[in-house]
């Protein structure tokens, strides 16, 4: 027999404040209007990338991940991003994506 596995049910969007590690909500912005998730630093389990600053997310810090809401994106187009980051997008030009062998200058 198999150890049993406990999984969380998926559950649907929450509203600001609606505990369980992360809330969510839509924000409208310049550069059109986006569902944004807030994770809480306990429901974050994985190390990711920021598109902001192209630094490391690490486990357990608190972050936000956003995606275009409406027909411009899904689940796919989801990024996690420093709250920060997020908040200055608009401010700063995209960091460029380079492969790791690529020179350094």
Same mark, same amino acid.
């Given at each position: 027999?198999?150890?049993?596995?406990?999984?969380? %049910?998926?559950? @649907?969007?929450?509203?600001?404040?609606?505990?369980? +590690?992360?809330? $969510? &909500?839509?924000?409208? *912005?310049?550069?059109?209007?986006?569902?944004?998730?807030?994770? %809480?630093?306990? @429901?974050?389990?994985?190390?990711?990338?920021?598109? +902001?600053?192209? $630094? &490391?997310?690490?486990? *357990?810090?608190?972050?936000?991940?956003?995606?275009?809401?409406?027909?411009?994106? @899904?689940?796919?187009?989801?990024?996690?991003?420093?709250?920060?980051?997020?908040?200055?997008?608009?401010?700063?030009?995209?960091?460029v994506q380079r492969s790791r062998n690529a020179p350094r200058h």
């Amino acid at each position: 027999m198999s150890p049993r596995k406990n999984r969380r %049910a998926l559950q @649907g969007p929450r509203s600001q404040g609606g505990g369980g +590690g992360w809330s $969510q &909500e839509t924000e409208e *912005g310049p550069d059109g209007d986006w569902i944004v998730r807030s994770i %809480a630093g306990a @429901g974050s389990t994985k190390a990711y990338r920021c598109p +902001g600053c192209d $630094q &490391e997310i690490p486990p *357990g810090v608190a972050h936000v991940v956003a995606w275009p809401a409406g027909d411009r994106g @899904g689940a796919d187009d989801r990024r996690h991003w420093h709250r920060p980051c997020w908040q200055a997008r608009d401010r700063r030009a995209p960091r460029v994506q380079r492969s790791r062998n690529a020179p350094r200058h």
